[in-house]
């Protein structure tokens, strides 16, 4: 079964430091994509970045970028130059297509605390 | 252009009553979805349609039924509701039901059935 884990409930960062949000999948499909969407606490899903598993290389969308090891099936999300604005709540998902029909998983979510 | 929205914003209903949440989108998505998030649950797919006239079951399809009569619009309901559907309900869509594109999330429905 497909699935999706976050490991980190909460993580903690000072503003203007790196953070390393982690993911890790299980799937036995040669083809799916990751995301990465932000929840702030007002409750909008945010998408942030996406990572094929045919890419050759990390994706990047800014001060984001996946750190993507697909002998290890991880996804982690570096978030560089934290800022407040940054805190949220942080989920990796996976989504496959297999013969027209859509899997899309996520995960647990973790909470990112910036501090100032 | 108002992208995804849902309509009502909060609700709260008695056991066994039932209602239809409504989604609509305005950028010409094939790809419409229902998801549940429940605390330290993440999100969860009800239902998704791929297309007008089209509807599949996610992963957690019980208790829900929903249609897609026009291209723009996604319902989803509840025929029967008890206490175990209390959550946070988001609508999304996507362009295309490939891999790389990405969904876009309504504001979501806070539903409690008391």
């Known amino acids: 079964a497909q699935k999706i884990t976050q490991t980190q409930p909460g993580m903690f960062v000072q503003e203007k430091e790196a953070v390393t949000l982690d993911c890790t999948y299980d799937?036995?499909?040669?083809?799916?994509?990751l995301f990465w969407y932000k929840q702030p606490s007002s409750g909008e899903m945010i998408f942030l970045i996406y990572q094929g598993s045919y890419d050759q290389q990390n994706a990047t969308e800014g001060r984001y970028s996946l750190n993507f090891q697909k002998a290890r099936k991880s996804a982690n999300l570096v978030i560089s130059a934290s800022q407040l604005g940054d805190s949220a709540m942080y989920f990796c998902?996976?989504?496959?297509?297999?013969?027209?029909?859509?899997?899309?998983?996520f995960g647990k979510g973790t909470k990112l605390t910036v501090n100032p | 252009n108002a992208g995804v929205t849902q309509t009502p914003k909060f609700r709260v209903l008695k056991t066994g009553q039932s209602m239809t949440l409504l989604c609509a989108q305005d950028?010409?998505?094939?790809?419409m979805y229902w998801y549940r998030q429940d605390p330290g649950m993440g999100l969860r797919l009800i239902h998704y349609?791929?297309?007008?006239?089209?509807?599949a079951k996610g992963e957690v399809p019980d208790g829900y039924n929903v249609s897609r009569l026009k291209k723009q619009n996604f319902l989803l309901g509840l025929e029967s509701a008890a206490p175990s559907q209390t959550s946070v309900y988001f609508c999304a869509s996507s362009l295309m039901g490939y891999l790389n594109y990405e969904q876009y999330f309504g504001p979501g429905t806070r539903l409690t059935v008391t």
């Open positions: 799937t036995s499909d040669p083809s799916y994509g």
């Open positions: 950028m010409n998505h094939e790809y």
């Open positions: 998902a996976m989504r496959q297509t297999q013969g027209g029909s859509e899997k899309l998983v």
């Open positions: 349609s791929v297309g007008e006239g089209t509807t």
